[in-house]
């Protein structure tokens, strides 16, 4: 079955940087668009960023020049580097596979 885990989550102080992994099995990796997504509390779930099965990105607009989204399909692993993270950074970030999701893990900044 397909599982998503999730790691590399913390407190960091504004203008950190944190690198998130999402550890992906169940399905043929390699060939799958897989995304980054977040949720801060009070608020809905929103799209961070995408990476085709080519390696074509899509950020959203919040993290645009902060974030990049990387993958290793040979380790079958979804990366997110978050650089200069800002207070409103601040979520459980998931790791999407299609309607699969992980169990998320909590990013705060604050200083």
């Known amino acids: 079955q397909v599982q998503l885990a999730e790691s590399g989550g913390g407190l960091v102080q504004p203008g950190g940087s944190l690198r998130l992994s999402c550890a992906a099995s169940?399905?043929?990796?390699?060939?799958?668009?897989m995304g980054w997504h977040r949720q801060a509390p009070g608020k809905q779930r929103e799209l961070v960023a995408t990476?085709?099965?080519?390696?074509?990105?899509i950020y959203a607009d919040s993290v645009k020049g902060r974030f990049t989204i990387s993958r290793d399909n040979a380790k079958k692993m979804l990366y997110l580097q978050m650089n200069n993270l800002k207070i409103e950074d601040t979520a459980v970030y998931y790791c999407?596979?299609?309607?699969?999701w992980g169990q998320g893990t909590q990013v705060t900044v604050s200083s």
């Open positions: 999407r596979h299609l309607t699969y």
């Open positions: 169940g399905f043929t990796f390699s060939r799958s668009t």
């Open positions: 990476i085709t099965s080519g390696g074509t990105t």
